[in-house]
């Protein structure tokens, strides 16, 4: 099994609507990350979180939000979904900020807003 | 300013030949961490290198290296005896240690393509 899984893989949505975008890790890891990939612009940090009780914000986070459910589970919603948050979305996990291989990604979610 | 900066959009290469993909990074920390990821048509992000900045030698793995020239402040992806399996977007990162965080900076990535 993925150690890093992401719901739904892909997300056909209207603008407007609330849509939500899960992750769950099963590497015990508490630092968890929300990026967003454009073509041509690499990935952006959306959200992160080093645990329950800590969330912030990285370098696009409007029109975002997000919730640490558990150690585990890490949810970005989009409140108000419009077409430029088409993208492809990656939740990473991380266990400490030091040594190689520090960041473990989900498989994706490509999303498109109509 | 941009952290990380690939200034290759697109390398073509032919098949059991090398390549070199480009990175400049930057960053005022002393202890930084720089990685690439392999990104296929699937969309997944796959680790292939790391190079700590004290890291005296250039790391290797299988049939990638990492040419790492700190004063030069690049670190440029080299791949042996190219495959076709290797056409994909290559992502350079950057994690610096002044930050908590363990997140990671990425550049815009080189589409590379592999030719028989």
């Known amino acids: 099994d993925a150690d890093v899984t992401q719901t739904p893989r892909n997300r056909i949505t209207k603008t407007g609507k609330r849509i939500m975008l899960e992750c769950s890790q099963t590497?015990?890891?508490?630092?968890m990350y929300w990026y967003r990939q454009d073509p041509g612009l690499g990935l952006r940090l959306i959200y992160y979180?080093?645990?329950?009780?800590?969330?912030n914000k990285g370098e696009i986070s409007d029109g975002y939000s997000v919730s640490r459910q558990a150690q585990a589970k890490f949810s970005l919603s989009l409140e108000s979904a419009i077409p430029n948050q088409t993208a492809l979305y990656f939740c990473?996990?991380?266990?400490?900020?030091?040594?190689?291989?520090?960041?473990?990604f989900g498989p994706g979610t490509r999303l498109l807003v109509l | 300013a941009q952290k990380i900066t690939q200034t290759q959009p697109g390398m073509f290469v032919q098949e059991k030949e090398a390549v070199t993909l480009d990175c400049t990074y930057d960053?005022?920390?002393?202890?930084?961490?720089l990685f690439w990821y392999k990104q296929p048509s699937s969309g997944e992000m796959i680790f292939l290198i790391y190079q700590g900045s004290y890291d005296e030698q250039n790391a290797t793995e299988g049939r990638y290296s990492l040419n790492f020239q700190k004063a030069r402040k690049s670190a440029n992806l080299v791949i042996s005896a190219s495959q076709l399996g290797d056409s994909a977007m290559y992502f350079c990162a950057m994690r610096e240690a002044r930050s908590t965080l363990g997140r990671l900076y990425f550049g815009r990535g080189t589409q590379l393509t592999v030719w028989p």
């Open positions: 590497k015990g890891h508490d630092r």
């Open positions: 960053t005022s920390d002393q202890s930084y961490g």
């Open positions: 990473a996990t991380s266990d400490v900020a030091g040594g190689q291989k520090t960041q473990y």
């Open positions: 979180s080093f645990d329950v009780k800590d969330i």
